[in-house]
């Protein structure tokens, strides 16, 4: 059984930064995704923000993010990571990890495994 546990949400002002972690157990798998969802809406609406291969490395982001979002893989500690740079009000949501065998970027249907989500609030 794959579990991912998400923590370092929370709220920064415009232009900080946050890192975000996200503990991963299991081997079913070979890509973890970020998604962002506003409260209460379904999964299935979740939008891709950054996703690592784990064999790989390789890593591919959502043009929203690009050049401000960082996303790594720490192997001894089974813990994936998303810094987050520049932040901005827009990028507020909740954010998900997720683990799957995907065939696009960030289609959520294509992924198996969720955390419970961690908030980040960015005011301006």
């Known amino acids: 059984e794959v579990q991912l546990v998400e923590s370092g949400g929370g709220l920064v002002q415009a232009g900080g930064s946050l890192r975000l972690s996200c503990a991963v157990s299991?081997?079913?798998?070979?890509?973890i995704c970020w998604f962002r969802q506003a409260p209460g809406k379904e999964r299935e609406r979740g939008l891709g923000?950054?996703?690592?291969?784990?064999?790989?490395?390789?890593?591919i982001y959502a043009d929203s993010v690009k050049g401000r979002f960082t996303i790594s893989l720490d192997s001894a500690r089974n813990t994936v990571y998303l810094q987050m740079n520049s932040l901005k009000p827009e990028d507020t949501d909740v954010y998900y990890c997720a683990a799957g065998r995907p065939t696009h970027f960030a289609e959520p249907l294509e992924y198996d495994y969720w955390g419970q989500g961690t908030q980040v609030t960015v005011s301006s």
């Open positions: 923000v950054a996703r690592i291969t784990v064999r790989s490395g390789r890593t």
């Open positions: 299991g081997f079913d798998f070979t890509d």
